[in-house]
């Protein structure tokens, strides 16, 4: 499989279930460029060339939980230091920092800008309870508008699920239901295994 190096949010995806990638060298000719506008996507104008600026709603599996928490997979450099000026108070970040999508630098984007940055690593071949138990305290910890991602909104989506089935009276069904609407934890038998520790499939 070939995936532009710049598409790190599509490379993001891949990474989290399980794709690396391997020391090749692809070639081929562009026939369209890559700051040609497209849907909602805003024009930046940057040292006389035009870039394709992307705001955070349009960030990887980007779902609008309510008025106070959105979650995500990957942001961009662009995209997190878009928060503070979109309303954002507080990034929950469940992707490890090691991980070869994660963006350099992400605390001092988002600190930079006055927005609490609570890191919660997880790692997606082994999620634990104990790592929930860490999203709780950061739940508990966070202020106002709040920004949950990891590489593809399936841990978040996940956690969050667990949570609210827990704390905002989500039922099981309900739950599943949201995290079913982004990808399927059956298809990856570690989290099928660990969500339903905290929540039963209905029926």
Known sequence: MQVRAGNAAVLA???????????????????????????????????????????????????????????????SPEQLAGLSPEGYRTVINLLPEDNEYAVAGERDLVTGQGIAYLYVPVDFANPTAADYTDFEQAMAAREGR?????????????????????????SPARAWEHIESIWQPAEYPPWETFITQFVPRPG
């Open 13 to 75: 995806f891949y990474a989290a279930i399980g794709y690396s990638t391997d020391n090749v060298v692809g070639l081929g000719k562009r026939l369209e460029h890559d700051n040609q506008p497209r849907g909602q996507a805003r024009q930046a104008v940057k040292t006389g060339r035009r870039e394709l600026s992307m705001s955070v709603d349009q960030a990887y599996n980007y779902c609008n939980i309510d008025a106070q928490t959105c979650t995500a997979g990957l942001l």
């Open 146 to 170: 709040t920004m949950i991602h990891c590489a593809a909104n399936f841990r978040v989506s996940a956690f969050y699920a667990i949570y609210a089935h827990r704390h905002l009276d989500w």
